[in-house]
Structure formats: C-alpha cells, structure tokens
C-alpha cells in the first residue's frame, strides 16, 4: 500500500540556517502531496500542497517540488525562525481518499 | 471566518467507559473527517462522513464509531476504553469536492487521556 517516509527528528538548527526535511514516497498513480505543521499543543496546519508532478508548492518561505522521478517531497526554507518550531508532517492524498501522513519530523530554532 | 471546532478540548475517562468527541466543520463543508494521533502509531485515519453517510473508513476496532448530523457537525464515539485509546482525536474538514488536491482542514483536536 501507500506509505509516506519522512527523515528521524529532531532537527536542531540555528536561527537563519538553511532547513531541508526530507520526504520520500510508496504509491499508485498521482496522489497529491501535502505539508502540514503542528504547533505545540495545537492542531494541524495545512503548509504547501502540490497537486502533480514538478508543482512546486510554498507558502510563508517555505517550499517543495513534487518529483515523481525519486518519489520525493522534500521540504525547504532557506532561513528559519525560532518561530517555525514545530513538527512537520508529510502526506499524500489519492483522490476520495483520506490523508496518508508520515510519522512527522520535529524541528527546533534555537537563537 | 470560523475554524473546525472541537469539544471538549480534554477530557480524562477511566478505562471500560465511553467518550463522545463533537466537532463543527468550517462553514459550507460537508465532508468531516476524524484522526488519531499518538506518539507510537502517529496520525491515522479512523473514518469520513459526507452528507451524513460514512464514505470511508481506517483500520480501527468496531468499538470506534461516528456518526454526522443534516448540519454537518459529526461526532465519534469510542466504547469501552481501552488505555491505549489515550490519544489526540483530531477532526478535519473540507468541501465536497472529492479531487486529491483539495485541501483538508484541522481542527485543534481533543485531547482524550484513559486512566
């Protein structure tokens, strides 16, 4: 079945160093891609999607190209903030179906 | 205007009793999904309702149940407690279009500790 790999956290960086989450997937057909972030003690925010392959989705400095050729999602910003602490969560999504997410990737900023 | 609410935001319950979880979709939604969340197993899917009809459905035990109201507002229900039932019970929402892009939002989730 599908199943969606993110890179073991946690991922400590320095504020304003470059950020890569890696993103690899198991899937049928063209699912869509999503990344969602999770702040402490809150829900799930939608970050990027992307809907087909080479789209590549951002949103708030962050980015992720969807490549079917290495089946990756892989998630960048070129500098973070001790506000982008939080836990980062790939997923794909086939058509009628529901989200399939990988186990998460925890990100600390220190100053 | 308005997110996915959920209530109660925590609740602890003891083992062998039942827990109803309630949440409104954003407005105009009709499709309300649920998710639990737990450190070992991570995010999973437990099941959608759309125009008060279950559309699909995870892998879960029949002692998880839910069910969606002619308004949208959807509630899940879990019998028979279990410890590892303990969880955050995450419930999504999104329009009625059924494309993988369409995009699916979350509510704050409940946070639901067995004891």
């Known amino acids: 079945g599908d199943s969606v790999t993110q890179m073991e956290g946690p991922v400590t960086l320095s504020e304003e160093a470059f950020l890569t989450i890696n993103c690899t997937y198991t899937?049928?057909?063209?699912?869509?891609l999503f990344w969602y972030v999770q702040y402490p003690g809150e829900g799930l925010q939608l970050l990027l999607k992307?809907?087909?392959?080479?789209d590549k989705g951002s949103n708030k400095g962050f980015e992720a190209t969807y490549r079917k050729e290495t089946t990756s999602f892989h998630l960048e910003k070129g500098s973070v903030q001790v506000s982008d602490s939080a836990v980062y969560f790939c997923a794909l999504r086939h058509s009628g179906y529901a989200l399939n997410f990988g186990k998460g990737t925890s990100l600390l900023v220190t100053p | 205007k308005a997110g996915v609410t959920q209530t109660p935001r925590y609740l602890i319950k003891t083992r062998g009793q039942q827990v109803t979880l309630s949440c409104s979709p954003i407005s105009g939604h009709r499709s309300v999904s649920w998710y639990q969340q737990t450190p070992g197993q991570g995010l999973q899917f437990l099941f959608e309702?759309?125009?008060?009809?279950?559309?699909n459905k995870g892998n879960f035990p029949g002692r998880f149940s839910g069910r969606q109201f002619s308004n949208s507002r959807s509630e899940m229900n879990v019998s028979t407690l279990e410890l590892g039932d303990s969880a955050l019970y995450l419930c999504?929402?999104?329009?009625?279009?059924?494309?993988?892009?369409?995009?699916?939002?979350f509510g704050e989730g409940s946070w639901l500790t067995v004891v």
């Open positions: 992307a809907t087909k392959a080479d």
């Open positions: 309702y759309f125009s008060e009809t279950q559309r």
């Open positions: 999504a929402s999104s329009s009625s279009d059924t494309s993988s892009g369409n995009t699916i939002y």
């Open positions: 899937a049928t057909g063209y699912p869509s």
